[in-house]
């Protein structure tokens, strides 16, 4: 059983920064690509930023220049490091990868059960 657990949400002055992290645990021989996703209320949930295996990356216009998203496989852990932070990025934040549990087994979709992060003076 695979789990993603996000953590580092919280609330932030605008200008502030924070920095989420989602870790993988359970049975995992390898995590492809992977990304951070954002739904705010009354909204769909939207794609923030993708990393693949590769360690390529992009971006939504509406982050871009503020968050960086990266990768630790040694550890099964992928960060956002959020600067710059608006009210507009108040949202609970998902993290989403594609993991392969064990050799010869299909690539499995999982989601975390998100973060908030609440942008407010």
């Known amino acids: 059983q695979v789990q993603l657990v996000e953590s580092g949400g919280g609330l932030v002055h605008p200008g502030g920064s924070l920095r989420l992290s989602c870790a993988a645990s359970?049975?995992?021989?390898?995590?492809?690509?992977a990304g951070w996703y954002r739904q705010a209320p009354g909204k769909q949930r939207e794609l923030v930023a993708r990393?693949?295996?590769?360690?390529?990356?992009n971006y939504a216009d509406f982050v871009k220049g503020r968050f960086t998203i990266s990768r630790d496989d040694a550890n099964n852990t992928m960060y956002l490091q959020m600067n710059s932070l608006k009210p507009e990025d108040t949202a609970v934040y998902y993290c989403?990868?594609?993991?392969?549990?064990?050799?010869?087994?299909?690539?499995?979709?999982?989601w975390g059960q998100g973060t908030q992060v609440t942008v407010s003076s």
């Open positions: 989403n990868a594609y993991i392969l549990p064990r050799a010869g087994s299909p690539w499995h979709e999982h």
């Open positions: 990393i693949t295996n590769g360690g390529s990356t």
């Open positions: 359970g049975s995992i021989r390898s995590i492809g690509n």
